[in-house]
Structures are given as C-alpha cells and as structure tokens.
C-alpha cells in the first residue's frame, strides 16, 4: 500500500489544461500550473502509446529543468481510432471530420503520465479506456460542433460536457478519458 503522505506535496503540472487542473482540485491534490511549451507533433512511424508517454515525457522533464527541486507531472492525452491519432482539431472542419470517424465506433483515449522528482529518474506509464459513440446524425454533429466545446480536445469531444449525449459506453478509466488517469498518478508518485 502506498504511504498516502505524498498527496500532501505539492506538484508541478507541467499543463495548461483545466481539465487537468479539475481533476486534481476534486482529488484535494495541491499543485502548481508551469506550460511546458514542446512540440506536440508526432514522429514518422510513431505509435500512439509511444507518442503520449513521450510527451508526457517531455512536459514534466521541460519544466523539471526550470526548477531547483519538486515533484513535476506531465501528461498527454490523444484518441487513437484504427491506429490514427486523433489531436485537438485545428478548427470546426476539422473536428467535424473527427466526429465522424468516430461516429458509431469504439475508439481508444490513451493517456501518457510522468513523474519526475528533480535530480531523481523519471517515472512514465499510460492509461487505455475504450469509449464507444453512439451514431450521430449530421445535424447532432453540426450542433455539437457549434457548442464550441470540440475546440482543444483531442477527438474533438469533452466526455463531461455536451457530447456525453453520445457516449454509449466506456471500458476503463472515465477520469482518463477527461485528460488524467488519478489513480495512475497517484501510484507513480507513490513511487518517486
């Protein structure tokens, strides 16, 4: 059992996510926000699990850098349909196209977490929850869109807001698919 002292500590989370931020507020998780400010891009023949563990990656050992001491948390989340990577659409043409992908079809929310004590190893897993989307119909689709909730979601869909309308089944962690897997998070810190 992990010694419960460490959610006393403060983290860094190297996002600027207020989904992120949420989530560690309702778990009572004090932590601080530094934007990590890397490249988001995916590599040639890169996978999806390797891509989110690498980013996460790259956040918490961005702001790590900037730090004398701490405990750093970086995170990347992306929907994966039919081993596509699915960002945050670059606007509503495109997160229509992504609604559409995934309409009627099981997807995958992959959710790459690190922990970095600085001057430590750093610690980096992920997270896997299958959702299923109910079939939308173009209108819903426009509709959705138009709430202005698909702008900097990757999948072009926020679980907790208007598209649970659409969400007909979920395998797995709900929290992962909202942007971090706390109970991941509490496990690799209860380890660094």
């Known amino acids: 059992m992990p010694n419960s002292n460490h959610l006393r500590e403060k983290v860094i989370l190297a996002s600027s996510s207020p989904r992120r ?5 309702a778990a009572g998780w004090p932590y601080e926000a530094i ?17 989110v563990q690498r980013l996460a990656r790259s956040k918490a050992e961005a702001v ?12 990347d989340t992306t929907v994966v349909i039919e081993n596509q990577i699915l960002g945050q659409p670059v606007d509503d043409d495109d997160a229509r196209r992504m609604l559409r992908l995934l ?7 992959l959710t790459g977490v690190a922990v970095v004590r600085i001057g430590c190893e750093t610690r980096v ?10 079939e939308m119909s173009d209108a819903e689709i426009d509709w959705y ?6 702008r900097g979601k990757a999948g072009a869909y ?8 659409f969400i007909e089944e979920i395998r797995g962690d709900y929290f992962n698919i909202v942007g971090l897997p706390i109970r991941l998070v509490y496990e690799l810190t209860a380890k660094t």
Do not use: M
């Open 103 to 109: 309409n009627g079809k099981w997807h995958e929310v």
């Open 125 to 134: 897993d992920y997270e896997t929850t299958r959702v299923r989307f109910a």
């Open 145 to 150: 869109v138009a709430t202005g909730e698909a």
């Open 35 to 51: 934007v990590a400010g890397i490249d988001e891009s995916v590599l040639p023949n890169e996978e999806p699990v390797q891509y």
């Open 158 to 165: 926020g679980i907790q807001g208007a598209a649970g309308l």
């Open 64 to 75: 790590a850098a900037k730090l004398p001491s701490g405990l750093v948390l970086g995170a």
């Open 21 to 25: 931020k949420e989530l560690l507020d």
